[in-house]
């Protein structure tokens, strides 16, 4: 644990000085003491024999009558034991006399567990000004260390954290203010330093700074619980969830929250309107995003949509479905393709032979025209499964056959 602790505070920059022993106050004394002919007291029996010859500035009470007692010759613990304890704590405060019964084991000792701050908020100081990524990245990673250690403290998790990188003014942009704010999001609530420095470089290497930076300030203020899993032999659903989650955290840092969308789906059964594509949230999971954004694309990556999406209906009986879902393709056609007719039967590199259907969807009355069709599954001669459609009218069926996509 001792060695664990020294490799933590060394990740960020920081150096230690142990001491340990049976009690807490004892330890705390030798840890202040360089030249302590002991910093580890594992039995009660030691302390009587290490202790006495500290000096008595390891002492916390002591240290305001410092003057006072070396000018009456007490110079080590050892001394200062053989002084009265009555006068001791008549002269000196009870204090004194206390914290010497804690460290010798004589008084019980009380602690105040030590609380972190309610939100992380830390500046460092850059060891020289620069705008390199790697240079950035170095000091980063020491406050993405301490980021991690305040939320393992907590037992919590972040979303969202914020980069301040202050510019001295000799150094910034006169088109720009002192500071540059770069917010980096995840997926899914972490508190990994690794995984946030990797979204930091992303975030860096599509914005890069404009001037160079003297200063970094990091502040986490949004806090989740954080979520233990159990440990598996195989990966499960949650490792699943983790890895697409990191996915999707990383494209959001390269791409922007303009570049990263998801279809979702929508009440119309109309293919052309069955799915929109959506700003991914970062700051919701996935199960939460609400469609609001109005439909542009269809599953096919590039296909345009009518620029105005019908509005919803009038209060009206259901329109006519049938009971029949029938599969839907992966690739759709940016725009319905009319298939000529051979015998009354349409043509697709020769006659189609059909293995499902029909569907039918009749919807949109409100729209001109309203939508009225018979879709099939079908097949043609190169054994290619197609998405084919009828055309049906007010009177009737029509005898007009159109090819909407394609399975894979």
């Given at each position: 644990?001792?060695?664990?602790?020294e490799?933590?505070?060394?990740?960020l920059?920081?150096?230690?000085?142990?001491?340990?022993?049976?009690?807490?106050?004892?330890?705390?004394?030798?840890?202040?003491?360089?030249?302590?002919?002991?910093?580890?007291?594992n039995?009660?029996?030691?302390?009587?024999?290490?202790?006495?010859?500290?000096?008595?500035?390891?002492?916390?009470?002591?240290?305001?009558?410092?003057?006072?007692?070396?000018?009456?010759?007490?110079?080590?613990?050892?001394?200062?034991?053989?002084?009265?304890?009555?006068?001791?704590?008549?002269?000196?405060?009870?204090?004194?006399?206390?914290?010497?019964?804690?460290?010798?084991?004589?008084?019980?000792?009380?602690?105040?567990?030590?609380?972190?701050?309610?939100?992380?908020?830390?500046?460092?100081?850059?060891?020289?000004?620069?705008?390199?990524?790697?240079?950035?990245?170095?000091?980063?990673?020491?406050?993405?260390?301490?980021?991690?250690h305040?939320?393992?403290?907590?037992?919590?998790?972040?979303?969202?954290?914020?980069f301040?990188?202050?510019?001295?003014?000799?150094?910034?942009?006169?088109?720009?203010a002192?500071?540059?704010?770069?917010?980096?999001?995840?997926?899914?609530?972490?508190?990994?330093?690794?995984?946030?420095?990797?979204?930091?470089?992303?975030?860096?290497?599509?914005?890069?700074?404009?001037?160079?930076?003297?200063?970094?300030?990091?502040?986490?203020?949004?806090?989740?619980?954080?979520?233990?899993?159990?440990?598996?032999?195989?990966?499960?659903?949650?490792?699943?969830?983790?890895?697409?989650?990191?996915?999707?955290?990383?494209?959001?840092?390269?791409?922007?929250?303009?570049?990263?969308?998801?279809?979702?789906?929508t009440?119309?059964?109309?293919?052309?309107?069955?799915?929109?594509?959506?700003?991914?949230?970062?700051?919701?999971?996935?199960?939460?995003?609400?469609?609001?954004?109005?439909?542009?694309?269809l599953?096919k990556?590039?296909?345009?949509?009518?620029?105005?999406?019908?509005?919803?209906?009038?209060?009206?009986?259901?329109?006519?479905?049938?009971?029949?879902?029938?599969?839907?393709?992966?690739?759709?056609?940016?725009?319905?393709?009319?298939?000529?007719?051979?015998?009354?039967?349409?043509?697709?590199?020769?006659?189609?032979?059909?293995?499902?259907?029909?569907?039918?969807?009749?919807?949109?009355?409100?729209?001109?025209?309203?939508?009225?069709?018979?879709?099939?599954?079908?097949?043609?001669?190169?054994?290619?499964?197609?998405?084919?459609?009828?055309?049906?009218?007010?009177?009737?069926?029509s005898?007009?056959?159109?090819?909407?996509?394609?399975f894979?």
């Open positions: 644990m001792l060695q664990r602790i490799t933590g505070l060394n990740d920059g920081l150096a230690c000085r142990p001491g340990v022993s049976v009690t807490a106050t004892s330890a705390w004394w030798l840890s202040q003491y360089a030249s302590a002919p002991a910093t580890h007291i039995e009660l029996t030691s302390l009587s024999a290490i202790l006495p010859a500290l000096p008595i500035q390891v002492l916390d009470s002591a240290y305001p009558h410092l003057l006072t007692l070396k000018r009456c010759g007490v110079h080590h613990i050892r001394q200062l034991l053989q002084l009265p304890r009555s006068g001791l704590s008549r002269r000196f405060g009870a204090t004194l006399v206390r914290e010497l019964d804690c460290g010798f084991a004589r008084h019980a000792e009380l602690h105040t567990w030590i609380q972190p701050p309610p939100v992380f908020d830390v500046r460092q100081e850059m060891p020289f000004h620069t705008l390199q990524l790697q240079g950035l990245l170095n000091v980063a990673a020491t406050l993405l260390t301490a980021l991690q305040w939320l393992q403290g907590r037992w919590a998790a972040t979303r969202t954290i914020r301040t990188f202050h510019h001295g003014r000799s150094n910034r942009h006169p088109d720009h002192d500071t540059t704010v770069r917010w980096v999001r995840a997926a899914q609530p972490t508190q990994m330093a690794d995984a946030w420095l990797q979204l930091l470089q992303d975030e860096l290497t599509r914005q890069p700074l404009l001037a160079e930076a003297c200063d970094i300030s990091l502040r986490a203020d949004v806090l989740e619980p954080l979520q233990t899993q159990t440990e598996t032999l195989f990966p499960g659903p949650q490792e699943q969830q983790q890895a697409w989650s990191a996915l999707l955290g990383r494209l959001h840092a390269r791409l922007g929250s303009d570049g990263l969308k998801i279809p979702l789906e009440p119309d059964p109309r293919p052309e309107y069955a799915h929109r594509l959506h700003a991914h949230a970062m700051t919701a999971s996935e199960s939460t995003v609400k469609a609001t954004a109005p439909a542009k694309t599953r990556t590039g296909t345009q949509l009518p620029a105005q999406v019908p509005t919803q209906p009038p209060p009206r009986s259901a329109p006519l479905q049938s009971a029949l879902r029938l599969p839907r393709p992966l690739w759709f056609l940016p725009r319905p393709e009319r298939l000529p007719l051979q015998n009354n039967r349409p043509v697709q590199k020769g006659p189609l032979s059909f293995l499902a259907g029909p569907e039918r969807i009749e919807f949109g009355w409100w729209d001109s025209p309203a939508t009225r069709r018979d879709y099939f599954i079908a097949q043609d001669s190169d054994q290619r499964q197609l998405w084919v459609y009828r055309e049906r009218h007010e009177d009737g069926v005898n007009r056959w159109y090819l909407h996509g394609l894979g």
